[in-house]
């Protein structure tokens, strides 16, 4: 194993923006493209998604000296199912509606590979505290990629954002982008304008090192 | 490999290597092929501006100014010369904006050139890089974004001076109502529809022109056309009581339009003379099988992005014979 293992502070920053799970490592794209019709639905999977990853990552840590490394995949799934069911079982008493919204997405959660390249990358090597700080930082990156997609689509496609009218009334919905054509449209418009962002930035980068 | 490892950069005379064929014809520029596709759609567009008057008037203006405008936007963006030259993008705005029924709202044009430009072309790097006809990307969008700008409804609306705009569209009025509909209106134009493709001779004579003038592949249409005679003449006999005969399929809808000037986009259909068959039947069957059993009443837009999305893979089976027989496989 390598000596250097990132410190808590690093794993949660770099969670956020520099390793965006949706933009910079395309994990997790199926809650993605399904729930971000709206910003109300978004936010709700962001924080279910959070409250799993963040859960799974503490008790996957705890138990890493346990782990046998030819089933620690299966243990992974377990302890994320055992979650999920938690997350899902919840909504469904306290936000019903919100509940049938999302469907089969919120049980989905469990084959969400943000969540297990998580457990398999840190949390089954690092303490506790590190854990729950990458955990932290990956859920505010994911909630930043959902956000700014439903931002989008929201805006585009019903003249609202978290069901209030932000457009003019005369302004005619763009039916497609609430429709599942138009996740893949913004997605993808969205992930070449992040790539266009860094690689300027870096050519700045590079121009001022070189300078 | 090693007798081949030369010294880099010897001085001496230049060597030009390219493919054949080495007889080009000079002439034959992007911008001459679109000026073509321009002369061709004349007689359409004079047809729809004498129908539609300035409603069509507008929408074509919306059109050609509109992707014109991304088009430079676009190209300002990526840091390249002004593409405008080539015509290309007024023939994706004028081929977009005959596609529109009459009566769309101004930002419908507007939209569907964005999207006709951005999405359908500059996206995968401009032009003759396009997977889908860009005109044919931008008018789906519309046709999804913007329902009741678009349906069936949009084409009869009362109130306005031309007699024709009350009447539903000849496919809708067979699909919905079940009404037949006289043969002579349809080939001369003077019924309802999108702008272009009322009439059938005018499609007919701009596409004859193309063919000619070799701007467009003849196999194309040609195939369309049979297929679709071939399933409308099983239509017929199938439901002779309909009264809706071989003509009235080829005539009625966009099925000509779309043969003669959007399925024979250069770009986005396929190279060799068995693949143009392929997809000029393909193309012909989906419309038909789309007309006769969606719950739209046209389906030229999706027939042509299905086959386009197929092209790729139509030119790989197809791969001609080279002259002197295949290569023989090695032993």
């Known amino acids: 194993m390598s000596a250097h293992q990132p410190t808590a502070a690093e794993r949660f920053l770099q969670g956020i923006i520099p390793e965006n799970p949706i933009y910079r490592q395309l994990l997790g794209l199926c809650p993605t493209l399904a729930v971000t019709n709206g910003m109300r639905a978004a936010m709700t999977m962001a924080g279910a998604t959070a409250f799993v990853l ?13 782990l046998k490394p030819h089933l620690r995949i299966l243990v992974f799934t377990l302890t994320i199912a055992a979650f999920v069911t938690i997350a899902d079982r919840f909504l469904a008493a306290y936000m019903y509606a919100m509940s049938k919204q999302l469907g089969p997405y ?44 439903a931002t989008v689509r929201e805006i585009l496609g019903a003249g609202t954002w978290f069901g209030l009218r932000v457009m003019p009334a005369v302004w005619p919905d763009w039916v497609v982008m609430v429709l599942p054509p138009g996740a893949f449209l913004t997605l993808g418009l969205l992930l070449g304008g992040a790539n266009w962002i860094r690689a300027a930035r870096e050519k700045r980068r590079g121009a001022s090192r070189a300078a | 490999m090693s007798g081949i490892a030369a ?56 059109g050609v100014l509109g992707c014109s405008l991304f088009e430079l936007l676009f190209a300002r963006m990526r840091g390249r010369p002004s593409p405008l030259g080539d015509l290309s993008a007024a023939v994706t705005g004028l081929i ?78 067979a699909k919905q109502l079940g009404q037949s ?29 193309l063919c000619l003038r070799r701007t467009a592949a003849w196999r194309i249409p040609l195939g369309i056309i049979a297929a679709a005679a071939l399933l409308g003449g099983i239509q017929n006999l199938a439901a002779p009581a309909a009264g809706w005969t071989v003509l009235h399929h080829l005539a009625g809808g966009a099925l000509l339009f ?21 997809y000029g039947i393909g193309i012909g069957a989906m419309v038909m099988f789309l007309r006769a059993y969606s719950g739209y009443p046209e389906g030229v837009v999706a027939a042509v992005l299905l086959l386009n999305g197929a092209t790729p893979l139509i030119d790989r089976f197809t791969i001609p014979r080279p002259v002197g027989g295949p290569v023989p496989a090695r032993r």
């Open chain 1, 106 to 149: 919120i049980p989905l959660i469990i084959v969400n590979c943000i969540i297990i390249s998580r457990c398999e990358v840190c949390s089954s090597k690092q303490g506790v505290f590190t854990a729950a700080a990458d955990a932290g930082g990956v859920s505010l990156g994911f909630a930043l990629a959902l956000a700014s997609i």
């Open chain 2, 96 to 173: 977009l904006a005959l596609s529109l029924p009459w009566s769309a709202p101004w930002y419908v044009g507007l939209v569907g050139s964005l999207v006709a430009v951005g999405i359908g072309k500059v996206v995968f790097g401009g032009l003759g890089q396009n997977i889908f006809n860009p005109a044919m990307v931008g008018r789906a969008f519309v046709m999804v974004c913007f329902p009741a700008a678009l349906g069936a409804a949009a084409y009869q609306m009362a109130g306005d001076g031309a007699a024709i705009v009350t009447q539903a569209t000849p496919l809708t009025a």
């Open chain 2, 181 to 209: 509909a006289p043969l002579w209106p349809l080939l001369v134009g003077t019924v309802n529809g999108s702008l272009g493709e009322t009439s059938a001779l005018g499609c007919l004579l701009g596409g004859i022109y």
């Open chain 1, 54 to 66: 963040i859960c799974a990552s503490v008790l996957t840590s705890l138990i890493r000296g346990l």
């Open chain 2, 7 to 62: 010294p880099e950069a010897s001085p001496g005379p230049r060597l030009e290597v390219s493919p054949g064929p080495h007889i080009a014809r000079a002439g034959l520029t992007t911008r001459r092929m679109m000026l073509d596709v321009l002369i061709a759609l004349a007689p359409v567009t004079a047809v729809s501006i004498y129908l539609f008057r300035w409603h069509a008037i507008l929408q074509i203006a919306i």
């Open chain 2, 258 to 278: 779309g043969a003669f000037f959007i399925a024979t986009d250069p770009v986005t259909s396929p190279l060799t003379p068995r693949g143009m068959w392929i």
